[in-house]
């Protein structure tokens, strides 16, 4: 079993920065692989972000990269998601989740290959 706490989201003006950390409880973190979706009202769940489980590996959606780093601190049970340059249509509910399946054929932009999931937090870019 794993448990997800998701931090950081908050109010914050368009080209602005936030961290989010999503924080992970049990014994066996480092062998997750772990991701970042969001959702935005009125549409699915999307895929932002994602790492593998010995950090050799990252994976972005094409709206976020080089905008938006993902990465984890296995020591800490921790995995962050680094967001730059916001933009108004980044506004939504970020959620982490872990998954104990491989990383392959672009499967970790699918919700469904992660069992655990966080409660999510808002991030809101407004001026």
């Known amino acids: 079993q794993l448990q997800l706490v998701e931090s950081g989201g908050g109010l914050v003006q368009p080209g602005g920065s936030l961290r989010l950390s999503c924080a992970a409880s049990?014994?066996?973190?480092?062998?997750?692989?772990m991701g970042w979706f969001r959702q935005a009202p009125g549409k699915e769940r999307e895929f932002v972000a994602a790492?593998?489980?010995?950090?050799?590996?990252?994976y972005y959606a094409d709206s976020v990269k080089g905008r938006f780093t993902i990465f984890r601190d296995n020591a800490k049970k921790t995995v962050y998601l680094q967001m730059n340059s916001l933009k108004p249509e980044d506004t939504a509910v970020y959620y982490c989740?872990?998954?104990?399946?491989?990383?392959?054929?672009?499967?970790?932009?699918?919700?469904?290959?992660?069992?655990?999931w966080g409660q999510g937090t808002q991030v809101t870019v407004s001026s």
């Open positions: 989740a872990a998954s104990t399946k491989p990383f392959g054929m672009k499967n970790y932009a699918v919700a469904d290959l992660y069992e655990y």
């Open positions: 049990g014994r066996t973190f480092s062998s997750y692989n």
């Open positions: 790492i593998n489980w010995s950090i050799a590996s990252t």
